[in-house]
């Protein structure tokens, strides 16, 4: 399939970085009345419902008849539900700081793997700008006092292994998009997520005998809005990173991913009165020089991929 040059898959890669950090306002909200495994339940049980719903209106077509079905199973295994489960078990045994360092290598990771199975290029300066912006998610975190504690050897594996998976998901989806429509592959992946983590749920407060504490959270209007707010940002980000995926390279995607830490960052500040200090003024400048920078180097590369198309055709 060939790369669409045009520029509104980059514009939705910052428009989902920009949801994605404003959505941890509404996770540090849900937080305050259930645990983060039934907050992550509720949420994609809130995006299936919303999605159900253009579904059996027929405003959406599923057809997936005759289409590799194990490769769509796959990339739902990847993520949502092997990249959820992985970094909510890994904060159970590491603290969120050391998740934030870790999550920022991801594009890394991406980079990594989208050169082993995809065969993408990069150039020095677009790997380079990567790196500048993971480092500016680092340094945000180091410089708040924190860093990685490698005694807490199991937390740390799982975040490693969540941030692989994601990277993994980023790749995988190059080749599902080939298959798959983007309503397909979303409305597969909320549905195999929703399933799996309800049983597995409902499994754990059943033989733990604290089924009431998973139902209460419902009985309060505070966080049955803010659960449907997150399913509804669940199902939209999903869409755009499957279309945005289906249009660019993973590689050139993932220099978008660490921007959503700079919108955190300024939400935070605006709507908690969260303090801002210097080091996250560089941080972010930093995060947002390696986006700029890795698709400057991106708009280079194609002109002279064009001026040389025009020699050889003069």
Not at 220 to 245: D, E, K, P, R, W
């Amino acid at each position: 399939m060939g790369e669409r040059t045009g520029k509104l898959p980059y514009i939705l890669a910052v428009i989902n970085a920009v949801i994605i950090g404003l959505s941890f306002l509404l996770v540090k909200l849900t937080l305050q009345y259930a645990a983060p495994l039934d907050t992550l339940t509720y949420r994609f049980a809130a995006a299936f419902c919303i999605m159900i719903i253009p579904i059996a209106a027929g405003f959406v077509k599923l057809n997936y008849r005759g289409k590799p079905l194990h490769l769509l199973l796959l990339l739902a295994t990847f993520y949502p539900v092997g990249y959820f489960m992985l970094q909510t078990y890994g904060l159970q045994f590491a603290t969120s700081a050391e998740g934030g360092i870790i999550s920022a290598f991801t594009p890394v990771a991406t980079l990594v793997l989208a050169s082993i199975f995809l065969g993408e290029t990069t150039t020095p300066l677009q790997k380079l700008c990567i790196l500048l912006s993971t480092a500016g998610v680092s340094f945000i975190f180091v410089m708040k006092g924190s860093s990685i504690d490698l005694s807490q050897t199991s937390g740390i594996v799982l975040l490693v292994a969540a941030c692989i998976v994601f990277a993994g998901y980023s790749v995988l989806a190059r080749v599902v998009t080939r298959h798959f429509t983007v309503a397909e592959i979303s409305c597969f992946m909320v549905g195999a997520a929703f399933v799996s983590l309800l049983l597995y749920s409902l499994s754990v407060h059943s033989f733990s005998g604290t089924l009431p504490a998973f139902v209460s959270p419902l009985t309060n209007a505070t966080f049955v809005a803010c659960i449907l707010c997150l399913g509804a940002v669940q199902l939209v980000t999903a869409l755009l990173a499957n279309y945005i995926l289906s249009r660019i390279e993973a590689s050139k995607m993932s220099a978008f991913a660490n921007l959503s830490t700079v919108v955190s960052i300024a939400s935070g500040a605006f709507f908690l009165q969260e303090t801002v200090t210097w080091y996250h003024l560089l941080g972010s400048f930093l995060i947002i020089a390696g986006v700029i920078g890795s698709n400057v180097a991106l708009s280079r590369r194609r002109s002279a991929t064009y001026r040389k198309q025009l020699e050889s055709q003069a």
